[in-house]
């Protein structure tokens, strides 16, 4: 069900790119003007970019300090994060020592700060672009972004790499990246641990209702009592009566719902079952149609899914004995020998654990 997100007089919640302007908004990264518009249209300047580019790797804006950039002196509104992305590596400006802050930035500045901020590699395949040809400064970054689908190609083959970069363009960039960079994709995983029944412990402590469960939390559940754990991307786990289970290790991974709003996926995730029984299941299946947020069914071959370890094949939803279980998922990795992308993530679908009565039977 969407709940209900941020309001703009020219962007209605029903189009395409609805969902990846309220994701960064959610994120304390994008917003819209004073009047309730957002202005998808409208070019976006180079200090603008730079302050999007700290918020989203997380960077403390500097606070005086040398001066970088001949034209962006102390006194200017955007002179910390210009620093800070200077500092880190992510910014540079011009052979003449300037930066050109209020300026708009291009289509071809945008992308090769995109990449930069990605942390990933280049691709060094061939990628036919008409006006940026294989000896142009940013013609791998651009490749890049083309293959991974986080520009498009507005006429044609030619990417235009001049022309301003709209704040539209910009919002669907970036969204994208947080699902796909190997520097911000990684997130902390949090289960919510609900008590079905009876008496449930959290660390020693009795748990009435529910509670945030992470890596390094141990439960227990006594004798005639049951307790639920999910996550974010309807992964799970029901705990039954008389088991002590502990989250070793719980690492997820970025990824944005249809109606734009942030989720947490499991990506690694280690339990020890020290007594006991659980009934799990993982969110093995991503929606990769039309209607999720930047997939355009790009990869399905390229579905990520989750695997139980040490067991030989993974079922959906099996029960374990006592021992070590070790859940991660098998995906892509960032140089991928899949066509047409980088790893990719999209909204769960039809995933929820079966009770223990009509567990399904592993399939290899």
């Not at 799970?236 to 009566?241: S, T």
Request: proline share 7%; aromatic share 8%; glycine share 12%.
């Amino acid at each position: 069900m969407q709940t209900s997100g941020p309001s703009f007089t020219d962007l209605p919640v029903d189009s395409s790119l609805y969902p990846a302007v309220r994701y960064l908004v959610g994120k304390n990264i994008l917003s819209g003007f004073p009047d309730g518009s957002f202005r998808p249209a409208d070019s976006i300047t180079r200090a603008e970019v730079a302050r999007m580019m700290v918020l989203a790797k997380g960077l403390t804006p500097a606070n005086g300090g040398a001066q970088t950039f001949s034209d962006v002196p102390g006194g200017h509104w955007a002179y910390g994060v210009i620093e800070a992305a200077a500092q880190d590596g992510l910014l540079k400006g011009y052979q003449d020592g300037t930066f050109n802050p209020d300026g708009s930035i291009t289509r071809v500045e945008a992308t090769s700060l995109l990449m930069r901020l990605s942390g990933g590699d280049l691709t060094g395949e061939t990628v036919e672009i008409a006006d940026v040809p294989a000896g142009h400064w940013a013609y791998r970054q651009v490749a890049t972004a083309v293959q991974a689908g986080l520009v498009e190609l507005p006429a044609g083959n030619s990417f235009n790499p001049e022309v301003n970069f709209q704040r539209g363009e910009m919002a669907k960039s970036l969204s994208a990246l947080f699902t796909l960079s190997p520097v911000l994709r990684l997130n902390e995983l949090n289960g919510k641990l609900t008590v079905k029944s009876g008496t449930v412990t959290v660390n020693g402590v009795k748990v009435g209702s529910a509670v945030k469960v992470s890596a390094g939390d141990a439960i227990v559940t006594g004798a005639d009592s049951k307790a639920e754990i999910t996550f974010d991307d309807g992964s799970g786990f029901l705990l039954m009566p008389g088991t002590e289970f502990a989250i070793t290790t719980a690492q997820g991974f970025n990824y944005m719902k249809k109606d734009g709003t942030a989720g947490v996926a499991v990506d690694k995730l280690t339990i020890d079952l020290k007594k006991g029984n659980i009934f799990g299941a993982l969110a093995s299946r991503y929606d990769n149609n039309n209607n999720t947020a930047f997939l355009d069914g790009r990869i399905p071959c390229c579905s990520p899914r989750l695997i139980y370890r040490p067991a030989s094949c993974w079922p959906r939803e099996r029960a374990r004995r006592p021992g070590g279980m070790s859940l991660t998922r098998r995906g892509r990795e960032w140089k991928s020998t899949c066509p047409g992308a980088w790893p990719q993530s999209g909204e769960p679908s039809g995933v929820a654990w079966l009770p223990p009565a009509v567990r399904a039977a592993p399939t290899c």
